[in-house]
């Protein structure tokens, strides 16, 4: 073989293995699928919160992770099609950031690592139990019933001689009826009656509020799932034009305008999500990383909504208070 022939050859066999190279450490750069209720408007504190998990443990976007992200419009039905087209991209885990995401990804496989936040994920099916979840899905529960009883006892303190409280949300969300059972039990134990609001798409919102109006509710509890979460600002402003005090369950309603809420941080769950597909992607197991529960819960109270709807938020409240918008 001449000299400048072996060269040749030689470089390009060289050129050969350096694409090979490349091609299998792109190969290498783990892709993680964010599935999650809301648009990348009503969201986009959540996504960046989780970015922000990520890059606090040493990841770069598009160099050492690749992010596909994918929003329902608050429209839980969607989900099963959005996750389907994650996992057809062949990401190395999944995040399904609701109840109803979280379903639509068990569903959808036994083999994909999913990192999810639901209402009740063994009352869903998802897990076998909080602390061993078996299977391919582990993450963060949010919820439990001293919850329902926390949102109508803080209601009742702000809102005198309450007994009449409507209940918006969604009926055909997942999380419904586990939201529904609870605040049903802790109704009956404050004297309280529930008037169901049902809502099934932003079309149906200035009826439901009639609605409400009309069944001479005194007051809103208002469930936190994917359409009223994407429709919050809606939501509130609605409330108060009806003037009707509401408790919410994420403190993204009275940044919107909203009289108060009582619930976990959503931006802290997001930041969450980042250890559970660090440690999956480091080679640990979904059943073998426990599914955490939210053990604080924020109170948070628009001082100014409730100084518009002519109530006087009590002392005591004031003092628990994690947050008072003014």
């Keep these: 073989m001449r000299r400048r022939e072996f060269i040749t050859l030689f470089g390009g066999t060289a050129v050969g293995w350096s694409f090979a190279a490349s091609a299998q450490t792109q190969s290498k750069i783990p892709r993680v699928g964010y599935v999650f209720g809301g648009t990348p408007t009503t969201s986009k504190h959540l996504i960046e919160a989780f970015r922000q998990g990520l890059r606090e443990l040493g990841y770069i976007e598009g160099q050492t992770i690749v992010l596909e992200v994918r929003g329902a ?12 087209e994650l996992l057809g991209l062949k990401v190395d885990v999944l995040v399904a950031v609701s109840s109803p995401a979280a379903v639509a990804a068990r569903n959808a496989t036994l083999t994909i690592p999913i990192v999810m936040m639901a209402t009740d994920p063994v009352g869903l099916g998802v897990v076998g139990s909080l602390s061993r979840p078996g299977g391919n899905v582990t993450g963060l529960s949010y919820y439990n019933e001293a919850i329902s009883g926390k949102w109508l006892e803080l209601l009742k303190e702000v809102v005198p001689g309450l007994a009449r409280v409507g209940v918006l949300g969604n009926p055909l969300d997942a999380v419904h009826p586990i939201l529904w059972k609870g605040s049903e039990v802790a109704a009956q134990r404050l004297g309280v009656a529930l008037e169901a609001l049902k809502l099934r798409g932003p079309e149906d919102l200035e009826a439901v509020f ?13 469930f936190g799932d994917l359409l009223t979460f994407t429709y919050r600002s809606r939501i509130t402003a609605l409330a108060a034009s009806s003037r009707l005090p509401a408790m919410y369950g994420y403190r993204e ?12 941080s959503a931006v802290f769950l997001n930041r969450r999500f980042a250890a559970f597909v660090d440690k999956i992607l480091k080679g640990a197991k979904p059943a073998d990383l426990p599914v955490e529960q939210s ?21 005591s409240l004031l003092t628990l208070a994690d947050e008072l918008i003014e």
């Excluded at 009639?210 to 208002?222: D, E, G, W």
């Excluded at 604080?296 to 109530?311: C, H, P, Q, S, T």
């Design 73 to 84: 419009e608050g429209r839980s039905e969607r989900m099963p099609e959005l996750v389907a």
């Design 295 to 315: 053990t604080k819960f924020e109170l948070v109270v628009n001082v100014k909504v409730a100084k518009a709807l002519g109530l006087t938020v009590p002392p």
């Design 253 to 264: 309603f009275p940044d919107a305008g909203g009289l108060m809420s009582y619930g976990a």
């Design 210 to 222: 009639a609605t409400a109006k009309q069944l001479n509710t005194q007051a809103l509890l208002v």
